[in-house]
């Protein structure tokens, strides 16, 4: 059981938007600003496209965003495209660096 | 380049052991800590163990502690998982991971390890 929370699926057409949340508590999410976002398309290696909750790694695009508000933090993806279909991961640092927690992952479809 | 190169999974046998690998280059590797994280068929992401850029302190996840050994050679820029007693439920990609900050910015591309009889 995952110590993050997200839904196990989305979708969206072209052009539109999408929202992932990812839940935890004050223990992890809460408490630090240290949530990361990963992508995964099948069979590839995960690829981080957020840190520390709202900062993209040079090369992602813009149209990858993420943010927080209380326990919860969120990935939004504008302009979906057919190539953001993939899996994506949160994860969130817990002030110790032990167990660290994985989401569960939210399968994207892009209808 | 910056790249992270997994090697030496395999088929064994419950019980059996074996170890994996993984050769960085285009960064000093002596200044990162490290993580091995795996994905058992069909699921998600699960941390297995960390070991800081020293390398004199480790950290590892219940599911594997006692079994499992990471370890690390700055001299050869090599992170290692030493897996003993393994099991059915240890069958997974395994990847290195690059521990930047409070992220892992860097991911391998993942060697398969397979436990069956």
């Known amino acids: 059981q995952s110590a993050l929370t997200q839904p196990r699926s989305v979708s969206g057409s072209p052009g539109q938007s999408v929202t992932i949340s990812c839940t935890g508590t004050s223990s992890n999410v809460g408490g630090y600003d240290y949530v990361s976002w990963y992508q995964q398309h099948p069979g590839k290696a995960p690829k981080l496209i957020i840190y520390d909750v709202t900062k993209r790694p040079s090369g992602v695009p813009d149209r990858f965003s993420g943010s927080k508000s209380g326990n919860t933090a969120s990935l939004t993806i504008s302009g979906l495209q057919a190539e953001d279909e993939a899996d994506y991961y949160c994860?969130?640092?817990?002030?110790?660096?032990?167990?660290?927690?994985f989401g569960g992952g939210t399968r994207l479809a892009v209808l | 380049q910056v790249q992270l190169v997994e090697s030496g999974g395999g088929v064994v046998q419950p019980g059996r052991s074996l170890r994996l690998s993984c050769t960085v280059s285009g960064f000093t590797f002596s200044s990162h800590g490290m993580n091995w994280v795996r994905q058992a068929p069909g699921k998600g992401l699960e941390w297995v163990a960390l070991i800081w850029y020293h390398g004199r302190e480790d950290k590892y996840a219940e599911s594997v502690k006692g079994r499992f050994t990471i370890s690390r050679d700055n001299t050869k820029n090599t992170l290692y998982l030493q897996m003993d007693s393994l099991r059915v439920e240890d069958t997974a990609v395994y990847y290195c991971?690059?521990?930047?900050?409070?992220?892992?910015?860097?991911w391998g591309q993942g060697t398969l390890v397979t436990v069956s009889s």
């Open positions: 991971t690059r521990i930047n900050g409070y992220t892992d910015d860097l």
């Open positions: 994860f969130s640092y817990n002030g110790a660096y032990t167990d660290v927690g």
